[in-house]
């Protein structure tokens, strides 16, 4: 079990260099601490706080639970993503999939960080892109409610 914990932590490490060793320029962004992170131009604003220094974020590790968990695109009572994004990693660097609001999900790595913590998930049933990382406050334990039910934001 500990050498199968060690081969997925080392695996997911050199996945995510590569993620960030292959991504194409894009534009520049500076967060209020003054690193730099570069985003698609289509990554949106998140409503909520992001981590400001990629440096101190933490290892991602197997979640070890096959219960479900749904995307919800609410933030304080509001819909404010109708589709939930899901990135190539807590950078959010690129936008590597999306579902729509309420899709069930398997979490696969969970990776606790300063400020805002991520999951690897993947949404059953839909085709290929189908994984990539999402903010824990886009992701319920339980269904959240129908998207009509909800104020939508701005």
């Not at 289509?42 to 706080?49: G, H, I, R, T, W």
């Not at 440096?55 to 919800?72: N, T």
């Amino acid at each position: 079990m500990f050498l199968r914990k060690q081969i997925t932590r080392t695996v997911m490490a050199l996945f995510l260099l590569c993620l960030l060793a292959c991504n194409p320029a894009a534009p520049v962004e500076k967060a209020s601490d003054g690193v730099e992170v570069e985003r698609d131009p289509d990554v949106p604003e998140l409503p909520f706080a992001d981590n400001l220094d990629p440096a101190l974020c933490g290892i991602p590790q197997p979640w070890g639970s096959d219960e479900p968990a749904y995307l919800s695109g609410i933030y304080e009572g509001k819909l404010v993503q109708p589709t939930v994004f899901l990135y190539d990693s807590h950078l959010r660097r690129k936008i590597q999939a999306k579902a729509p609001h309420g899709a069930k999900v398997k979490i696969l790595l969970a990776q606790s960080n300063p400020t805002l913590d991520y999951y690897l998930v993947k949404v059953e049933g839909a085709e290929p892109p189908n994984e990539g990382w999402v903010p824990a406050p886009f992701l319920l334990f339980e269904p959240p409610p129908p998207a009509d039910s909800v104020e939508r934001a701005g």
